[in-house]
Nanobody
Framework: QVQLVESGGGLVQAGGSLRLSCAASGRTPSRYTMGWFRQAPGKEREFVAAIRWSDGSTYYADSVKDRFTISRDNAKTTVYLQMISLKPEDTAVYYC??????????????????WGQGTQVTVSS
């Protein structure tokens, strides 16, 4: 079993930056993919970014490429999502997710078994 806890959300003006954190506890994620998803009101939960724990490979949704960076800290078993040049359309609840699936990349919510509680990101115009 894996527990995921997000932090770092908040209110920021357009063009600003935020860094989200996701701390993982429980099973060691040696063969693990961690991802970030987001869900805006009235919309489906959508993929944002993923990182493969074993080698640090990353994958991004086109909408956030070049603005968001996913990274990991092995020692802390923590994943980060650095977000820059934020736009009002980035406003959503952001969720951290984990999967032991062997495919790459994992971009659908159904491929992830473990989820955090979510953290709100609000970007004002």
């Amino acid at each position: 079993q894996v527990q995921l806890v997000e932090s770092g959300g908040g209110l920021v003006q357009a063009g600003g930056s935020l860094r989200l954190s996701c701390a993982a506890s429980g099973r060691t994620p040696s063969r693990y993919t961690m991802g970030w998803f987001r869900q805006a009101p009235g919309k489906e939960r959508e993929f944002v970014a993923a990182i493969r724990w074993s080698d640090g490979s990353t994958y991004y949704a086109d909408s956030v490429k070049d603005r968001f960076t996913i990274s990991r800290d092995n020692a802390k078993t923590t994943v980060y999502l650095q977000m820059i040049s934020l736009k009002p359309e980035d406003t959503a609840v952001y969720y951290c997710a984990g999967s032991y699936g062997s495919s790459w990349p994992l971009t659908t919510r159904y491929e992830y078994a473990y989820w955090g509680q979510g953290t709100q990101v609000t970007v004002s115009s």
